[in-house]
C-alpha cells in the first residue's frame, strides 16, 4: 500500500497543528483542504504544501482522498460527516461527535451500513502520557479502581478569545467545549457510564469580551458556565467533577483516580504529555497524625506527537483489521454522557445514560507515527 490520502475540511485555527503533523505522518498524505472561505482555504494549502485547496464538496470529489479529517465548527458536524459518508469516504471528527443523539447515532449507522469508519476527537487518549497510565492502572498499580476526581476551572474564554460568545451558547459551555477531553479519559479508564446527575450554574447572564475589535462588547450566557457532575459507572465506580468558566483559581487537567492499592495522578486529558505519578496508602507518620506520602514517578518512552494521531491510527486500524483506539462509537457514549448531564443539571434528575461502549483498546505496542508500515 502506499500512503492513504486525506482530504481536510475546515481550516480554522485547529487545522494548523493538524497539517504539522498529519504532514509528517509517512502512512499519510494531505491532498486538498476545503472551506467555506475559498481564499483562506488556499493559503492553508500553501502554507503547509498541501497540492489542493477549495470547498468541502470539491474535498469529496477528490478521487485519492479515502479519510476525510471534519474540522468544522460541531454544529455542523454531523451534517458534513454524513455527507463524507455518503461520497465514500472514511471520517475523522474534531469533538463531540455532533450535538444531538439522534443524529450522531444516525451516522453511525450509515458508516456501518457503508463498511466505513468513524473516528471522533480527542485523541490526546492515544498521547504516551495517557497510554503509560493506562497500562499503569491495567497492570494493577492502584489495585481496584475506586473512584475518581477530575477538574477544570478558569476564569473564562472571554477574558482572551476574540470571539468568545460561541463557547457560551448551546452546544458549548464548559461541558461540551472541555467535557470530552475528561470524560473520554474516564470512560477509556473505568469502562462506560451507566448514570449521572449534575448540577449547574451561571456567574452571570451576560459576559464582556476583553481581547480583541471587540472588546467592550457585552454577549448572553445560554448555558451553565459551572457545572457538577456525579458519575456512576457501569462497573460500580465513581467519579465527581467540576468543569467551570467562572474560577478566578486557574486550575486545569485535574485527574486522580483512587484505587484499593494506591491514588494515580494523571497528566492534563487535553494535553499529550505531562506527569504522572502514583503514591501508596500508609505513609510515614509525623508527629503522631500526619501522613508524609512519597509519590513515585512512572516513566515512560513513547513517541510524543499531538492531534491528528488518531485519524492515523484509524488509518493503520482499516489496515491491520482492528478496532481504533478514538472510535466513533466512544464519541457517541461520551456525547451521551454529556448530554445527560445537561439534561440532569437542567431537570434535577438522575440521568440514566442509554448507551454504552466497549473496552476503549491501547495502541498496539512499539506504536511509532514516524515509521511506515503501510
Not at 12 to 30: A, C, K, M, R, W
Not at 93 to 105: F, I, M, V
Not at 248 to 261: K, P, S
Not at 356 to 365: G, N
Amino acid at each position: 500500500m502506499s500512503a492513504v490520502g486525506i482530504g481536510i475540511i475546515g481550516v480554522g485555527v485547529i487545522s494548523d497543528t493538524y497539517l504539522q503533523n498529519l504532514s509528517s505522518f509517512p502512512d499519510v498524505e494531505v491532498l486538498i483542504v476545503g472551506d467555506l472561505l475559498l481564499d483562506r482555504a488556499a493559503a492553508q494549502a500553501e502554507k503547509y504544501g498541501v497540492p489542493a485547496s477549495g470547498s468541502a464538496e470539491d474535498v469529496l470529489a477528490h478521487p485519492g482522498v479515502d479519510l476525510v479529517v471534519n474540522l468544522t465548527i460541531p454544529a455542523v458536524h454531523i451534517e458534513v460527516s454524513r455527507a463524507a459518508i455518503a461520497a465514500g469516504k472514511h471520517v475523522w471528527t474534531e469533538k463531540p461527535l455532533g450535538l444531538d443523539r439522534d443524529g450522531a447515532a444516525e451516522l453511525l449507522r450509515e458508516a456501518e451500513a457503508a463498511g466505513l469508519r468513524i473516528g471522533s476527537a480527542p485523541d490526546t487518549l492515544l498521547g504516551p502520557a495517557f497510554q503509560a497510565a493506562r497500562r499503569a492502572i491495567d497492570g494493577g498499580i492502584i489495585g481496584r479502581p475506586l473512584f475518581a476526581q477530575t477538574a477544570f476551572q478558569t476564569q473564562g474564554p472571554d477574558l482572551w478569545h476574540p470571539s468568545p460568545a460561541f463557547l457560551f451558547a448551546q452546544g458549548a459551555g464548559p461541558l461540551l467545549d472541555m467535557g470530552p477531553y475528561y470524560f473520554s479519559a474516564l470512560v477509556s479508564l473505568l469502562g462506560p457510564v451507566d448514570r449521572i446527575a449534575a448540577v449547574g450554574s451561571k456567574a452571570r447572564e451576560e459576559r464582556e469580551i476583553h481581547a480583541g475589535p471587540n472588546a467592550g462588547t457585552m454577549f448572553p450566557v445560554e448555558v451553565p458556565s459551572t457545572i457538577q457532575i456525579v458519575t456512576a459507572f457501569e462497573q460500580g465506580t465513581q467519579a465527581q467533577s467540576l468543569l467551570s468558566f467562572d474560577s478566578a483559581l486557574e486550575r486545569h487537567g485535574i485527574v486522580e483516580i483512587h484505587g484499593t492499592e494506591g491514588t494515580i495522578v494523571i497528566a492534563d486529558p487535553n494535553q499529550f504529555a505531562g506527569r504522572i505519578a502514583y503514591v501508596k496508602p500508609l505513609g510515614v507518620i509525623r508527629d503522631g497524625m500526619s501522613f508524609e506520602q512519597e509519590w513515585i514517578e512512572i516513566e515512560h518512552d513513547d513517541v510524543e506527537v499531538g492531534r491528528g494521531i488518531g485519524a492515523l491510527d484509524m488509518v493503520r486500524a482499516i489496515a491491520e483489521d482492528r478496532p481504533h483506539v478514538a472510535s466513533g462509537e466512544l464519541g457517541f457514549h461520551v456525547l451521551d454522557i454529556l448530554l445527560s448531564a445537561q439534561e440532569s443539571a437542567a431537570t434535577g434528575q438522575t440521568i440514566v445514560v442509554e448507551s454504552t461502549v466497549a473496552p476503549v483498546p491501547l495502541l498496539p505496542e512499539g506504536f511509532d507515527p514516524f515509521a511506515a508500515t503501510l
